[in-house]
């Protein structure tokens, strides 16, 4: 995924590397079963859905090596960079149409390494600090975040992909509360929800795993 994967605005990692610690607690602790599963973060901040695809077989194949697509999870979220506008509040890059192609054809890809494929929403922003970023001539707004939340998860519910929202989710003190202080990504607190929402469906797909 994008940059919320790669934990932007967690002091203490983002919620794709605190599923990895709570994993690893069990893995190598004492009484653990060691090496049974490997977890890997790949999120690359300000990439479209496009772009992950686009490096997504050079990043899978030296890690997954012979597995089979049964023992394989894939848990993806990217998007928001594909909703934002850029010069103006109304020159969007993308359409909530474009953007349920590309994750249809990031699922049909994703489907020729693993057999439990998860998507992830998008986390809400603070506006007054996003509509445009400081400095920047480049827009996030909420409403158009969940456009493409809601696009995704159409998307997956057809192609029989399990989803996880997250802006259609959020708490409603979300900007106060759970926000970095750049107003867009999630702050520990945010990413730390996120995880705890991730974590159930994760641990469900785990326990299906032979």
Same mark, same amino acid.
């Given at each position: 995924?994008?940059?919320?994967?790669?934990?932007?605005?967690?002091?203490?990692?983002?919620?794709?590397?605190?599923?990895?610690?709570?994993?690893?607690? $069990?893995?190598?602790?004492?009484?653990?079963?060691?090496?049974?599963?490997?977890?890997?973060?790949?999120?690359?901040?300000?990439?479209?859905?496009?772009?992950?695809?686009?490096?997504?077989?050079? $990043?899978?194949?030296?890690?997954?090596? *012979?597995? !089979?697509?049964? *023992?394989?999870?894939?848990?993806?979220?990217?998007?928001?960079?594909?909703?934002?506008?850029?010069?103006?509040?109304?020159?969007?890059?993308? /359409?909530?149409?474009?953007?349920?192609?590309?994750?249809?054809?990031?699922?049909?890809?994703? !489907? *020729?390494?693993?057999?439990?494929?998860?998507?992830?929403?998008?986390?809400?922003?603070?506006?007054?600090? /996003?509509?445009?970023?400081?400095?920047?001539?480049?827009?996030?707004?909420?409403?158009?975040?969940?456009?493409?939340?809601?696009?995704?998860?159409? /998307?997956?519910?057809?192609?029989?992909?399990?989803?996880?929202?997250?802006?259609?989710?959020?708490?409603?003190?979300?900007?106060?509360?759970?926000?970095?202080? *750049?107003?867009?990504?999630?702050?520990?607190?945010?990413?730390?929800?996120?995880?705890?929402?991730?974590?159930?469906?994760?641990? $469900?797909?785990?326990?299906?795993?032979?």
């Amino acid at each position: 995924g994008a940059s919320s994967v790669h934990g932007v605005g967690g002091e203490k990692g983002g919620w794709a590397d605190k599923l990895k610690v709570r994993l690893h607690a $069990e893995l190598y602790s004492s009484a653990g079963p060691g090496e049974k599963a490997e977890i890997y973060e790949l999120g690359i901040a300000g990439e479209s859905l496009q772009e992950v695809q686009g490096r997504f077989d050079a $990043e899978l194949q030296p890690r997954i090596r *012979d597995a !089979k697509p049964e *023992d394989v999870i894939i848990i993806f979220s990217a998007g928001g960079n594909d909703s934002r506008a850029d010069g103006q509040p109304e020159k969007y890059v993308s /359409t909530p149409d474009d953007y349920a192609a590309a994750v249809h054809a990031f699922i049909h890809l994703a !489907k *020729d390494y693993s057999a439990h494929i998860v998507g992830v929403g998008l986390s809400p922003v603070d506006e007054s600090k /996003t509509a445009p970023l400081p400095g920047e001539s480049i827009y996030f707004f909420n409403e158009r975040l969940k456009l493409f939340e809601d696009a995704c998860h159409r /998307t997956c519910d057809a192609e029989e992909v399990h989803f996880v929202p997250v802006i259609g989710d959020a708490p409603s003190d979300w900007q106060q509360n759970y926000v970095f202080n *750049d107003g867009l990504h999630p702050n520990d607190a945010g990413h730390e929800w996120i995880c705890n929402r991730v974590e159930p469906k994760l641990r $469900e797909l785990l326990g299906s795993l032979s």
